[in-house]
């Protein structure tokens, strides 16, 4: 009888190695999807997300739900210590979600902090606007 956390142990390799894959860029559910369809050893979606619930569980790989509205993104954690505070910008039109380790945010953060009684929450701080790219397109 094969063990819960052995289950398909090879796809669950595979979804990981896909994510780590994208050195630092989120993924969606839909993109993992269709990088497995492409290369025809496609995995269903149900065990995409079963996967992906245990290697969020695990440390491995964490999952961003920034809106509450667009489906959530993925990203892998090389060094999960280095991976708590930062700020996140969120394209508004290619829906690209950057990481901002940024001097000058961690001062506002500090700022709210000290003189007004509030602690920011960074990993759920969004700040919305144009990427370079898509500013560059216009």
Known sequence: ???PERYNTKQRDAVLAYISSTRGSHVTVSQILEHFENKETPIGLTT????LDKLTADGMVRRYAI???SGACYQYIETPENCREHFHFRC?????LLHQQCDSLSALQKHVFEEHEFQINAMKTVFYGKCKACRHGD
């Open 92 to 96: 508004e039109e290619c829906g690209a």
């Open 67 to 69: 809106d509450g509205i």
């Open 1 to 3: 009888m094969n063990r």
């Open 48 to 51: 995409i997300y079963r996967h």
